[in-house]
């Protein structure tokens, strides 16, 4: 079983930046694919961003693209979200989640198999 545990969450001023964490414990797969969704008040979870094992591959949803860079240190099992330029529209509780099967783009909720609790993002205007 693996564990994930999200942290940095928190409330920013629009503009603002914050890091979130992912650490994960338990039967970690190497070449695993990470990914960060969110879901927002009202609206389904959706894809934030994700990268291969190597950081080789990485994706990004359109509307992150330029401000969030998703990295991981897999000598600590972690993987981080950097958020600058946060917008209100960044609201959300934002997950952290692991895929063990190959890469297939990173955006396809179904394909993850383990997920964190979330953590909340709150951007004020």
């Known amino acids: 079983q693996v564990q994930l545990v999200e942290s940095g969450g928190g409330l920013v001023q629009a503009g603002g930046s914050l890091r979130l964490s992912c650490a994960a414990s338990?039967?970690?797969?190497?070449?695993?694919?990470m990914g960060w969704f969110r879901q927002a008040p009202g609206k389904e979870r959706g894809s934030v961003a994700a990268?291969?094992?190597?950081?080789?591959?990485?994706y990004y949803a359109d509307s992150v693209k330029g401000r969030f860079t998703i990295f991981r240190d897999n000598a600590k099992n972690t993987v981080y979200l950097q958020m600058n330029s946060l917008k209100p529209e960044d609201t959300a509780i934002y997950y952290c989640?692991?895929?063990?099967?190959?890469?297939?783009?990173?955006?396809?909720?179904?394909?993850?198999?383990?997920w964190g609790q979330g953590t909340q993002v709150t951007v004020s205007s």
């Open positions: 989640a692991e895929d063990r099967s190959l890469w297939s783009g990173g955006y396809r909720e179904s394909e993850y198999d383990y």
């Open positions: 990268i291969t094992w190597g950081g080789g591959s990485t």
């Open positions: 338990g039967r970690t797969n190497n070449l695993n694919t």
